[in-house]
Every structure is written in C-alpha cells, then in structure tokens.
C-alpha cells in the first residue's frame, strides 16, 4: 500500500482505465450505460467512425489533501473503443449523463430492425 | 491509452464487479488531514437515497443498492456494472464527531468528510526555554 504519493508524480502518472459497461438491445437500438464517475459531461468525448465507436473522457482532479491512509482504487481518465458493427445510425446517436453515468442511444437502421410477416389466410 | 478494439458482440462477461476489489465494495480511496477523515468511493449511477451511511463508534458503515431499472425481457450483450446490495465496514482510525459527518454524491463520486473529535485532533504543544 502507498501512503505517500508526491502530487507531481502522480500527474505524470496519470493513468487511463477502461470502464465497465452495459449493453442492451431493444427491437429499435443499441443502448450503452458507461460508468465515468467523477466526469465533466463536458469533457467526454464520443467518436462514432465507420462501425466503431470510440468514447474518452478526462477526469477532474479530486484533491483531499492529507496522507494517503488506503488506496483501493485509480483516479484517472476513461478510454474504449469497440465496434458495433453495421446497423447503427449514425445520425441519430443521443447521449446523456447522470450520476457518473452516460447513457449512449444506439438506433438501428430500418434494416436491421424487425420486421413483422404477417400471414394471409387463403 | 487503451487502443484496443473490442468486439463486443464477442465478449463475454459476468455482473462481476462487486469481486473485482478484494477488500469488497466499493473500493475506498481514504486520507487523514489535522481535522479529520476524507473517505472517497466511485459510485456510479447510485442515488443517495439508495445510499445508507452509518457511523458507530470507529466504524463507518457504506451499503446501497443498485436500482434496477431494466426489465427482465431487455437483451444484454454485455453486463459489467454493479448490480444488487452492496456493503463496506471500514474501521476508522480516530474517534470522529458524529455530528458534523458531511457526504455528498457528485457525479457518482461519494466524498465523506469526518471531523477527528475533539480528543483526536493533534495539539500543538508549547515548549518552554528552560534555563537561558
């Protein structure tokens, strides 16, 4: 355990964590809930390219001051890049964030969505 | 950076969370200043109201639950955030005053500050110039 860390140091070390998330799908999109606490909506940055989607988002500076008496966890900014494939619109990609959580709105294209058959009587 | 593209159609996880810290969750970031006690936890997407906080002598109590707010027909591909009740006991060092614990939740981030009692805090001792 590290009880004392020089603030300068720990700058340079900033570190870059991949958050956890959760993806769901309904019959009209993709929905994604990311964990990005202690985030600036402001600051979160979302790349759709092509089939992939990259998310970042940079940290504020939580400072307490003091001695480190437990260190458990990182402070640090938030990085992923996946692919979601080809049945995604683009243009209707909405995001939003609460409580340290960004919901991102995946819709399908017309395509990819299903459609119902329905079956004639003779 | 983490420049890997995942392919999340291939991945497969587990609501695993609640494991990934070994001392339990959530994790804790804690300091000690000259006033008090500074307990931090990364708490995303919970509410305070979901949140309980309780402090007993040297003990500071977290514990919550994760509202669930997917029904059971929603299709995940990909399950990695905290689910369910949680429940964290940290054993504090000093006696603190019970009455002046502030907490707040900012943007899934809990800040608890408790002030060292009054017995606890450092004094600063005089000392006399024997002699001279």
Known sequence: ?122 | MDQVIEDLWRSISSPSIFSQSPAGYPALNVWESGDGLHVEAELPGMRMQDLDLEVKGRQLTVAGEYEQSDDEKTRYHVRERGVGNFKRVLHLPVDVDAERIEAKLENGVLTVDLPKAETARARKIEVRRVGA
């Open chain 1, 1 to 122: 355990m590290q009880t004392r860390t020089n603030e300068a140091t720990e700058k340079a070390q900033r570190q870059t964590y991949r958050p956890n998330l959760d993806l769901f799908e309904s019959d009209a999109e993709l929905t994604l809930r990311v964990d990005l606490p202690g985030v600036d909506p402001d600051n979160i940055d979302i790349q759709f390219e092509k089939d992939t989607l990259s998310l970042s988002a940079e940290t504020a500076e939580r400072s307490h001051g003091g001695r480190a008496l437990l260190t458990e966890y990182g402070v640090g900014d938030y990085a992923r890049t996946f692919r979601v494939g080809d049945m995604i619109d683009p243009s209707g990609i909405t995001a939003d964030y609460d409580s340290g959580v960004l919901t991102l709105h995946l819709p399908k294209v017309a395509a990819a969505q299903p459609h119902r058959i329905a079956v004639r009587a003779n």
